[in-house]
């Protein structure tokens, strides 16, 4: 286990189709938080699960996303019927709860919505 | 509602000068404060966090509650020093979750 892995690492999509996105954290981490980058920002908060419950959920994610994290170890965001200003990169982070939490990020999927 | 101002988008500066970031906060409670970077084709990781008050490759940060600023310095800075940084923070206020700035890009010329 070298870090937290993400996959795909690029998408390309045509406006209205349906996207997800995979996450797999560090194995021992019961943390996993989602982000997304656009040009020229630093990542914003989407959601975040500890364990398998989702406990915030960002006003960014609109009806139009979701994400699981069935089992408590990996997690998916899917992005229904997407919009060209969904293009953006979706970064995966995971943490060990505790009085020195620190989020490990993963490499990112690149999204374009043509 | 938390924020992290990075008010310069480009720092330019010549091996061996000093670097500083700039980076203030807004924030209800005790927050955590960190920096992020980012080199080329590389993940984003952690530099360093207020709370550990070390030193990593040569960078420092001191939080300053009165002036709600953790600016990122470093007296001698290293071609490889070039990269992005970002300036963040967290608390239980916030859910843990991190808030970041927008960002800082170092370029290093020889």
């Known amino acids: 286990d070298t870090g937290v892995s993400q996959d795909p690492r690029h998408k390309i999509t045509k406006r209205g189709q349906n996207v997800t996105f995979r996450c797999d954290p560090i194995?021992?981490?019961?943390?996993l938080y989602w982000y997304r980058q656009t040009l020229g920002q630093g990542p914003e908060f989407l959601t975040y699960?500890?364990?398998?419950?989702?406990?915030?959920k960002s006003r960014l994610l609109s009806d139009r996303f979701s994400a699981e994290r069935p089992k408590g170890s990996f997690s998916t965001l899917e992005i229904q019927r997407t919009e060209q200003g969904d293009s953006a990169m979706y970064l995966c982070?995971?943490?060990?709860?505790?009085?020195?939490?620190?989020?490990?990020f993963g490499p990112g999927t690149r999204l374009l919505v043509l | 509602a938390q924020r992290v101002t990075q008010p310069e988008k480009l720092l330019s500066v010549f091996k061996g000068a000093p670097v500083e970031l700039k980076c203030n906060y807004s924030?209800?409670?005790?927050?955590?404060l960190f920096w992020y970077v980012q080199y080329s084709r590389q993940r984003l990781q952690l530099l360093l966090r207020?709370?550990s008050r070390e030193s990593i490759k040569g960078f420092t940060a001191d939080l300053n509650k009165g002036e709600t600023s953790f600016h990122l310095k470093k007296p001698f800075a290293q071609e490889e020093d070039s990269a992005m940084y970002y300036c963040?923070?967290?608390?239980?206020?916030?859910?843990?979750?991190?808030?970041f700035g927008g960002g800082t890009r170092v370029l290093v010329k020889p």
């Open positions: 699960f500890q364990n398998e419950a989702q406990l915030e």
């Open positions: 194995s021992e981490h019961n943390r």
């Open positions: 963040a923070l967290s608390g239980r206020a916030a859910g843990n979750k991190l808030t």
């Open positions: 982070a995971s943490s060990l709860a505790g009085m020195s939490e620190t989020q490990y």
């Open positions: 924030y209800s409670g005790s927050p955590e």
């Open positions: 207020h709370i």
